[in-house]
């Protein structure tokens, strides 16, 4: 069946890095859109990042432009989100999605196929 589990959350400081990472089985890995959203609490999920199937175009949100950095590797099965310079206002569940597109651009909530379970990120300051 298809999984989708993503890992790297977790607790740091302002200013501070973290690394999360998504895998993803059950499904052809080179076929899909894979994106990150994250939800605030009592707030819808938002789009954070996207990548089209050859990692070659992603695609950020401006509240994160600058400080993030989507990639994926076909051979691996994993979708990475690179996340620096954190802030207080990024503490948030983050999702990570996948899509049966080939499209680039922005993911949109209502066309992902498959979510993960949401790994917890908590920025303290």
């Known amino acids: 069946q298809v999984q989708v589990v993503e890992s790297g959350g977790g607790l740091v400081q302002v200013g501070g890095s973290l690394n999360l990472s998504c895998s993803v089985s059950?499904?052809?890995?080179?076929?899909?859109?894979l994106g990150w959203f994250r939800q605030f609490p009592g707030k819808e999920r938002e789009g954070v990042a996207c990548?089209?199937?050859?990692?070659?175009?992603?695609f950020y949100e401006d509240s994160v432009k600058g400080r993030f950095t989507i990639s994926r590797d076909n051979g691996k099965r994993t979708l990475w989100l690179q996340m620096n310079t954190l802030v207080p206002e990024d503490t948030a569940m983050y999702f990570c999605?996948?899509?049966?597109?080939?499209?680039?651009?922005?993911?949109?909530?209502?066309?992902?196929?498959?979510w993960g379970q949401g790994t917890q990120v908590t920025v303290s300051s």
């Open positions: 999605s996948a899509e049966r597109a080939y499209s680039a651009g922005r993911c949109y909530r209502n066309s992902v196929d498959y």
């Open positions: 059950g499904l052809t890995f080179e076929h899909l859109k």
């Open positions: 990548i089209d199937w050859t990692g070659l175009k992603p």
